[in-house]
């Protein structure tokens, strides 16, 4: 929403007041403080309301208030006392004359399109037409109709626009998009981003992960590092659930709280309202929370993925995102642990930690402006310096027990989307189940056992290496003829496969670590 009035321009989601198209110069108090006289323009604002609303947590004089008045006064020049009279003893008023309040989005009047994914059809829509593409990846079951009916949500995605083409479409089973039987895998969702993209003629686009859409944003950067401009996380985070060696989870408890509202009160907006605390005391946004989580998926489909959430361990693989990253969090996040963010932005190499004031999960709400910056930041940096073609992959490595037919290696690496490393057993693939696969279909009665591992892979022109590669070959050798056996850091990544993992006691050394290795089974 752009509030106009005269010859000014007020943008929240861009935290900007523009005079006649340009923009003009705020501290951040004084444009909070007059967009809120701005948006209660009907009524008298007491100066307590404002002390309470605008600065609830810092000490701030009447004093201080009164010489915000005179600032934003002065910002809008000659007739700013005019258009923010003082009413004595009882507070302030903004008079102007609103001419509009509600520029109408460019370019995406909600007719969808749709791309294919394997027999899925997955829903997507773009807005603008910038040459920068921002790819928005939402949290868990957060429909894109939705988010784009509530004017606040609309506005970010508006001022994106201004940025760049933004591209946002439904994960399969939400929102638009086909609904499925089975639980799905990063590795379908992966296909799904790409497929998206590949109908969108995207090449090289700014991702954009808000809550658990960062785990499907830092799994595609990672893998494809040549088709991702830069990362924006908001709210992410590397698990969803509590363990020994990582605090900032979910307790158990807190997860069979949250299946219980699933199973028997789904619909009522309760697992939505908490991404945006600030926004609790308008019944619109309510009802709107209500709306998003009826749009968004049935009660199966949200345990569904849940579950899926429930699984996701990226924290192995933080280290191979090598694109520009920005990490966002609310200080006082109330959905997620405050301490997830920093987490992230320790782990990925290089990346810029911005932390907002605040409860908000989604930054759609409220700290909208840190999107655009941090998308503008991304902008700012010139691209990495290539280091070879380093990517995250899942290798797969055989070795032989006997002899080993190398024409139907070949055949089967293929069949499963995988290459080949020339003049050796080895293989990789960009998705963990395909790889797992390939190996399963290769050790039938072969005298061959396999390794599968998930890491970083080097490719210089014609040569594949990278120590993922001496992973998986250190299990291959510890296996029987027929065997399979998968790293953990792998099976981290397959929830919703119909693949089983076998605990086998052995362990192999990674980055100084021992990782359990799994011998893998399918279910029959």
């Known amino acids: 929403m752009t509030i106009v009035f005269d010859e000014f321009e007020l943008d929240p989601a861009r935290r900007e007041l523009r005079v006649e198209g340009k923009p003009q110069p705020l501290q951040p108090q004084v444009f909070d403080l007059l967009l809120y006289l701005v948006e209660n323009h009907e009524r008298v604002v007491p100066k307590q309301e404002l002390l309470e609303t605008l600065w609830p947590d810092t000490i701030v004089t009447e004093s201080s208030i009164q010489r915000g008045v005179s600032l934003a006064r002065s910002a809008l020049g000659e007739r700013g006392p005019a258009l923010i009279q003082t009413f004595p003893r009882q507070g302030y008023r903004f008079v102007g004359k609103i001419r509009t309040e509600k520029k109408q989005s460019r370019g995406l009047g909600w007719q969808p399109r749709y791309a294919q994914s394997g027999d899925v059809h997955i829903a997507y829509a773009t807005l603008g037409d910038g040459e920068t593409d921002i790819v928005v990846v939402h949290g868990w079951i957060m429909p894109m109709r939705a988010m784009f009916q509530h004017p606040k949500t609309r506005a970010v995605k508006e001022a994106l626009s201004t940025v760049g083409r933004v591209i946002e479409f439904d994960k399969r089973g939400t929102g638009l998009s086909d609904r499925v039987k089975e639980l799905p895998s990063h590795e379908q969702r992966m296909d799904d981003l790409r497929v998206v993209l590949d109908a969108c003629g995207s090449k090289n686009a700014i991702l954009f992960g808000a809550s658990e859409g960062g785990a499907l944003a830092m799994l595609y950067a990672a893998t494809y590092p040549e088709r991702v401009r830069g990362l924006v996380l908001c709210g992410a985070f590397a698990r969803m659930t509590k363990t020994v060696d990582y605090p900032y ?29 600030s926004e609790l005391s308008d019944p619109d946004f309510v009802d709107w929370a209500a709306f998003a989580e009826q749009e968004g998926a049935s009660p199966g489909s949200a345990l569904d993925l849940l579950e899926m959430n429930i699984r996701i361990d990226l924290r192995a693989l933080l280290p191979t995102i090598r694109v520009p990253t920005v990490v966002l969090q609310a200080a006082d996040d109330k959905m997620i642990h405050p301490a997830s963010g920093p987490y992230l932005a320790e782990h990925i190499p290089n990346a810029r930690y911005v932390e907002a004031p605040g409860d908000d999960h989604y930054f759609f709400f409220h700290n909208q402006h840190e999107i655009v910056d941090a998308v503008r930041w991304i902008l700012s940096q010139d691209p990495p310096a290539p280091e070879g073609d380093r990517f995250l992959s899942t290798v797969l490595v055989a070795h032989p027990h006997g002899e080993m037919d190398d024409d139907a290696w070949v055949t089967e690496v293929q069949r499963f989307r995988g290459h080949a490393v020339r003049g050796k057993l080895q293989a990789y693939f960009d998705g963990p189940i395909r790889a797992i696969r390939c190996g399963v279909a290769l050790a039938k009665g072969a005298p061959v056992s396999f ?35 998968a790293s953990h850091v792998l099976v981290d990544l397959v929830p919703g496969s119909d693949l089983q993992f076998k605990d086998t006691g052995d362990s192999v050394p990674i980055q100084g670590r021992e990782i359990a290795m799994l011998s893998v089974q399918v279910k029959s």
Do not use: C
Not at 258 to 270: N, P, S
Not at 451 to 474: I, K, L, P, S
């Open 451 to 485: 390794g599968v591992h998930t890491g970083e892979v080097v490719r210089r022109g014609a040569t594949v290496g990278g120590a993922a590669f001496g992973v998986a070959e250190a299990m291959a050798a510890t296996a029987p003829a027929g065997e399979v056996r």
């Open 249 to 277: 989870g979910y307790a158990p408890q807190e997860m069979e709280k949250l299946k219980g509202y699933i199973r028997g009160a789904w619909g009522r907006g309760a697992s939505l309202r908490a991404i945006a605390p």
